[in-house]
Nanobody
Framework: QVQLVESGGGLVQAGGSLILSCAGS????????MAWFRQTPEKARELVAA????????YYADSVKGRSTISRDNAKNTVYLQLNSLKPEDTAVYYC?????????????????WGQGTQVTVSS
């Protein structure tokens, strides 16, 4: 069992930066691939970035590629998402997710655990 708690969301001006954190409980955290999804009322939840258990394999959605960094610290049971050059279209609830299968984490059906979400609002 893994419990995930996100933090770091908030209101930021366009062009600014945020670092989202996701703290996981349980000794199994390091065995899971981790990901960040986001969702708005108008769109289905989408995968933003993912990282495998060891941190060697990373994926970014085209929408954030080049201006975001996902990382993890297994000693602290924490995964991070740094978002730079934020745009109003980045406004969403961001969810942390854990999956036992990195290659399948793109699908919500393969997510084993979800965090409660943290709101990111980017003002223009």
């Amino acid at each position: 069992q893994v419990q995930l708690v996100e933090s770091g969301g908030g209101l930021v001006q366009a062009g600014g930066s945020l670092i989202l954190s996701c703290a996981g409980s349980g000794r199994a955290f390091s065995r899971y691939a981790m990901a960040w999804f986001r969702q708005t009322p108008e769109k289905a939840r989408e995968l933003v970035a993912a990282i495998n258990s060891g941190g060697a394999n990373i994926y970014y959605a085209d929408s954030v590629k080049g201006r975001s960094t996902i990382s993890r610290d297994n000693a602290k049971n924490t995964v991070y998402l740094q978002l730079n050059s934020l745009k109003p279209e980045d406004t969403a609830v961001y969810y942390c997710a854990a999956s036992s299968v990195y290659s399948a984490i793109w699908s919500e059906a393969n997510v084993d655990y979800w965090g409660q979400g943290t709101q990111v609002t980017v003002s223009s």
